[in-house]
């Protein structure tokens, strides 16, 4: 997390060791951290969970848990009345026991194809003066704390970036599209969770003044601009009828308004209010279309296979594919089809799960069986 202000060198205050998003049935993001702790003994329990209160007011965060070996019962009193979860290493193991239905690895989390990848994306941006540093840090990270007028304005500026550097590298190209995409669908999800209470001219209005005057409640500097753009106009005429008046021609000279220069919506604005109504009326799918994404751009499109595992199949249905490209194409209109066209491999890839698949935890054999949504039952392919 990087501290805003900080002089260079020390522009990091702390790391986040797990951080998770999770959305709902009406698409209500929320998210939590996970501090990992591997010692034993109690010395800096307390603080670690003092620090933990602070630091789940300072990043808005829903949710905080410490994960430590042994959690002491003074830790646990602590927590509580800090509203903050303790897990130690019988409470986790309960927990994997209960989940037993999992992959062999996620994307991110320990994939080599993604590991190589981002390390090579991490040595490529040195040569890339065009890209510049801190929008990279935010799209390959922070996105994941931002809201949708941010994420949506970091878009737009990766895909001016790339159009003054050129063509990217491989896989620098693919990385960094891939995490525009993430970013275009995480904000088109917080969005689509706000229509159950926002209609859409509202959020229209927000969005356009977020990304126009850089504050979605600002309610004053076009107003301010309305009344220079007057002031502008009465001086010019004043100025052009004395000189009319001394005998010269009249000449009207067009001047452009700047609060028409400032307001002005980018173009994109509606395809992206349309791919955030499309979210909102499939949410079943659109829940889950992060993980989907995720694997998609950072472990089949490398070329790897943990996205084929069978407890993946419920992400990459037919329908997901379909959202994901829609989603592509947002990312085009936002960011321009050079990056959008890092992710063209996403047409070929074959979105063949059901969503009506569901492990029965009650068997605790290494292949479990699978309820279908029909009502029958089959054995796991392991694809």
């Known amino acids: 997390m990087p501290a805003d202000d900080a002089d260079s060198g020390r522009d990091v205050l702390t790391d986040i060791d797990i951080l998770s998003l999770d959305i709902d049935s009406r698409l209500r993001v929320s998210r939590s951290s996970l501090e990992c702790k591997s010692g034993k003994g109690q010395s ?12 789940r007011e300072l990043l808005n965060l829903d949710r905080v848990t410490l994960v430590r070996q042994v959690v002491s019962p003074r830790g646990q009193s602590l927590a509580r009345k800090l509203k903050i979860v303790v897990m130690d290493e019988a409470m986790i193991a309960r927990r994997e ?3 037993a239905w999992l992959p062999e690895r996620f994307a991110h989390l320990d994939g080599p194809a993604c590991l190589s990848a981002e390390s090579r994306t991490t ?7 065009g890209i ?11 996105a994941l704390l931002a809201d949708s007028a941010s994420l949506v304005g970091a878009v737009q500026a990766f895909g001016a970036a790339v ?7 491989e896989p620098a190209a693919l990385v960094l599209s891939g995490h525009s995409l993430m970013a275009v669908l995480l904000a088109g999800l917080q969005d689509a969770g706000r229509l159950d209470a926002v209609p859409r001219n509202m959020l229209r209005a927000r969005l356009e003044s977020a990304l126009t005057v850089g504050d979605a409640d600002d309610v004053y500097v076009l107003p301010m601009l309305e009344k220079a753009d007057a002031l502008f106009r009465f001086v010019q005429d004043r100025t052009h009828k004395a000189y009319v008046e001394a005998g010269a021609e009249p000449i009207r000279v067009e001047v452009p308004s700047l609060r028409d220069a400032i307001a002005s919506p980018p173009p994109y604005i509606d395809y992206y209010l349309d791919f955030v109504e499309r979210l909102r009326e499939n949410p079943q799918v659109a829940s889950g279309l992060l993980q989907t994404a ?16 069978e407890s993946f199949a419920h992400l990459f249905t037919t329908e997901h594919k379909g959202l994901l490209l829609v989603g592509l194409k947002c990312l085009e209109n936002i960011a321009g089809r050079q990056v959008a066209s890092s992710l063209r491999g996403i047409h070929d890839l074959a979105f063949r799960g059901s969503a009506g698949k569901v492990p029965d935890r009650r068997e605790s054999s290494d292949q479990p069986t699978l309820f279908d949504a029909s009502g029958g039952t089959g054995p796991s392919d392991n694809r």
């Open 163 to 169: 159009e003054k550097q050129g063509v990217l590298p």
């Open 294 to 309: 995720e694997l998609t751009c950072f472990d089949a499109l490398l070329g790897d296979g943990a996205w084929k595992a």
């Open 97 to 99: 026991k209960a989940h």
């Open 132 to 142: 510049p540093n801190g929008l990279a840090r935010f799209l390959r990270g922070d």
């Open 123 to 129: 040595t490529q941006l040195k040569g890339l003066p």
């Open 44 to 55: 800096g329990e307390p603080d670690t969970i003092l620090w933990l209160a602070g630091f």
